[in-house]
């Protein structure tokens, strides 16, 4: 029996939801400091069978926790303690930011899904790095084989304006890459005036192509440097992005991100305008960041790392994106409504199917 749905809808249900955000994860970064995560690790680790290459790394399973969860890297060993394969985290900028002014984060608890506008709030790349460095260590010496992974996802400071976007990110690249198993480009988020228009593939490309050289002379190594993009793009905007990614050798690219768009939604007009605008995300996505997918992978043939994230909430939405073309698949929203549990019990499922087949 599933416990956590109804102790989500007696103690969070009712409260605002970004407090409630802080409370859950509080308690999940308790739980590792008081020594109790470790030994929840026995039960949620993943099996060995679930082990995936991915990005010159192997990774224990194919299922990871997306950007947005820890910003600033703070439960990094917590939350792989739940049974995460990477914890992606971010979205970090090169100056510490607060973000948008509150509330700026909404349920949609019919839909499943989320509204956020968030803003990037985060402590700045400066701040961010000795955690990622000292998550790291820590996570090598307790897994000293196959380790859970770390991704950092860096994006546009508010401040900075567009010109002047390409130096911003190589503030983070210089201090994140690093300390980071892959980096993220999020030029998809609709919670920073003008970012989305980064996406454009004549702005794109010297982005890419510089903060990749940050990142693989800032670290000593090639760090492997993904594209995160929006569901709004459209069919033939999502080709020229994969063109773009094959040209300039990326090792991959993430689809996708929030949406813009409220169409399907079974809340209320009422509900949904009182949230305002902000990305939307949860199980309204399902369908198009599957459909964004399958055009990257045809469109890419295999050549690139394909990490889908969008509407995941159940084992079969996971094993749904892999036979699809995925490499790896995130989640976030999901792990909100499912509690601790969540990437343990997909994990198990997809073991045991691997099993019969």
């Not at 996708?256 to 949860?282: D, F, M, P, Q």
Request: proline content about 5%; glycine content about 10%.
């Amino acid at each position: 029996m599933r416990v956590y749905p109804t102790f989500f809808r007696l103690a969070f249900s009712w409260m605002d939801a970004e407090r409630a955000h802080k409370i859950g994860f509080k308690g999940i970064r308790l739980a590792h400091t008081t020594g109790a995560g470790r030994l929840l690790e026995r039960f949620t680790a993943p099996p060995a069978s679930l082990q995936t290459t991915a990005l010159g790394m192997t990774f224990p399973s194919p299922f990871g926790l997306a950007a947005g969860f820890d910003k600033e890297g703070h439960g990094i060993e917590a939350l792989t303690e739940l049974g995460f394969g990477h914890v992606e985290v971010g979205t970090i900028t090169g100056r510490a930011q607060p973000g948008n002014e509150k509330p700026r984060l909404f349920r949609l608890t019919e839909d499943r899904a989320v509204i956020n506008r968030m803003g990037f709030n985060n402590d700045g790349a400066a701040a961010v790095a000795p955690r990622l460095k000292s998550a790291r260590a820590a996570l090598q010496l307790r897994h000293p084989k196959v380790r859970p992974v770390i991704g950092v996802n860096i994006g546009k400071s508010k401040a900075v304006e567009l010109d002047d976007a390409v130096e911003d990110y190589l503030i983070s690249a210089r201090s994140l890459a690093p300390a980071a198993d892959y980096l993220v480009v999020n030029v998809s988020s609709p919670n920073t005036p003008g970012l989305r228009l980064l996406q454009n593939v004549d702005t794109l490309r010297p982005l890419l192509k510089a903060v990749g050289e940050e990142a693989d002379k800032s670290a000593g190594r090639h760090v492997p440097l993904l594209v995160k993009i929006a569901p709004d793009l459209s069919d033939e905007d999502i080709d020229d992005v994969a063109r773009l990614a094959l040209d300039l050798g990326l090792d991959g690219i993430i689809a996708t991100n929030t949406t813009i768009g409220r169409a399907g939604l079974s809340s209320s007009a009422e509900k949904v305008e009182g949230c305002g605008a902000g990305g939307l995300s949860g199980a309204p996505l399902k369908g198009r960041s599957l459909e964004v997918l399958r055009r990257l992978k045809a469109a890419t043939a295999g050549r690139l790392a394909l990490i889908s994230v969008g509407g995941v909430e159940t084992f079969e939405d996971v094993q749904d994106r892999l036979d699809a073309g995925a490499t790896l698949v995130q989640g976030y929203t999901a792990f909100l409504y499912e509690g601790p549990f969540w990437a343990a019990r997909i994990n198990r499922q997809l073991a045991k199917s691997r099993r019969a087949a």
